[in-house]
Nanobody, 124 residues
């Protein structure tokens, strides 16, 4: 089992920045990749970014490239999502996820473990 705990969400004005963290515990040696997804009210959960573990290759949703950056700290078993130039449409619950096998990074079904989510609200 892998446990994931997100933090760092909150309320920010448009144009501002936030950094989300996802701390992994448990059988972290089995993790192949970690990803961030988000779900806005009334919408489906969508892919944001992913990073291979431990290789560090990164993948992004095309619409978010240039504003969001995913990174990791192997020593802390933590993944980060730096979000800049935030827009009201970025408002959503952001979820961290872990995959334990080779995966198609942007697919929800590729991930085996999920965090509880953290709310990000961007005001206009």
């Amino acid at each position: 089992q892998v446990q994931l705990v997100e933090s760092g969400g909150g309320l920010v004005q448009a144009g501002g920045s936030l950094r989300l963290s996802c701390a992994a515990s448990g059988r972290t040696f089995s993790v192949y990749a970690m990803g961030w997804f988000r779900q806005a009210p009334g919408k489906e959960r969508e892919f944001v970014a992913a990073i291979s573990w431990p290789g560090g290759n990164t993948y992004y949703a095309d619409s978010l490239k240039g504003r969001f950056t995913i990174s990791r700290d192997n020593a802390k078993n933590t993944v980060y999502l730096q979000m800049n130039s935030l827009k009201p449409e970025d408002t959503a619950v952001y979820y961290c996820a872990a995959a334990i096998r080779g995966t198609t990074y942007y697919l929800l079904g590729s991930y085996d473990y999920w965090g509880q989510g953290t709310q990000v609200t961007v005001s206009s």
